[in-house]
């Protein structure tokens, strides 16, 4: 159980300095993903995407990961036959 109300429990966001974001910085962000319709549909130029992988703000899953983490839920699951 978490100590914050239901709506505060999605994540949280820190500065570079480690400190939570301040509520203007806060407000900017929540205005860019309140834009995404499909967040599965978001594209990023290759230049920097590159950038991205080299500074490890993105990290692909690949299919390893994927495997863990099926044979994770299998011990929660209600129905097996769901998971093959």
Do not use: F, W
Not at 59 to 66: I, S
């Amino acid at each position: 159980m978490s100590h914050n109300s239901p709506e505060y429990n999605c994540y949280k966001v820190y500065e570079k300095n480690g400190g939570q974001l301040l509520t203007a910085a806060a407000n900017n962000n929540v205005s860019h993903i309140n834009r995404v319709e499909n967040e599965l549909s978001i594209s990023v130029k290759q230049e920097q995407e590159q950038g991205l992988l080299a500074e490890g703000g993105l990290v692909y899953v690949r299919g390893e990961v994927d495997a863990d983490y099926t044979e994770a839920i299998k011990i929660i699951q209600l129905n097996r036959k769901l998971v093959q």
